[in-house]
């Protein structure tokens, strides 16, 4: 199990910046992914950003070249810069940590299952 807390929405107005912070707790060392998706009223939840262990990124087109996710996989935090804020960023941003569990030893070279942990949400009000 992992525990999740984001940190950091608030109101800005258009162009501005705001910076998010995600922690997790508990079983951390199984942790493979982190990431940011976020839903709009009457949206459905979408992909915004992830990093996994080994640095690799996946940004929304939406979102590339504004937002930034960095990660400290030891302490199981991962934040998301976002930068030339637009009312459609308006959203509640929720942080994801997946885990990753082998069904058997590597040398196997074993299938997987992957769980995922949410937060509770962060909202971000973008004003024009």
């Known amino acids: 199990q992992v525990q999740v807390e984001e940190s950091g929405g608030g109101l800005v107005q258009a162009g501005g910046s705001l910076r998010l912070s995600c922690s997790g707790s508990?079983?951390?060392?199984?942790?493979?992914?982190m990431g940011w998706y976020r839903q709009a009223p009457q949206k459905q939840r979408e992909l915004v950003a992830t990093?996994?262990?080994?640095?690799?990124?996946n940004y929304a087109p939406s979102v590339k070249g504004r937002f930034s996710i960095t990660s400290d996989n030891s302490m199981a935090t991962v934040s998301l810069q976002m930068n030339r804020l637009n009312p459609e960023d308006t959203a509640v941003y929720y942080c994801?940590?997946?885990?990753?569990?082998?069904?058997?030893?590597?040398?196997?070279?074993?299938?997987?299952?992957?769980?995922?942990?949410w937060g509770k949400g962060t909202l971000v009000t973008v004003s024009s």
């Open positions: 994801l940590m997946q885990t990753r569990h082998l069904r058997g030893p590597l040398i196997d070279n074993p299938s997987h299952y992957d769980t995922d942990y």
């Open positions: 508990g079983n951390i060392e199984d942790i493979n992914v």
């Open positions: 990093i996994s262990n080994d640095g690799n990124t």
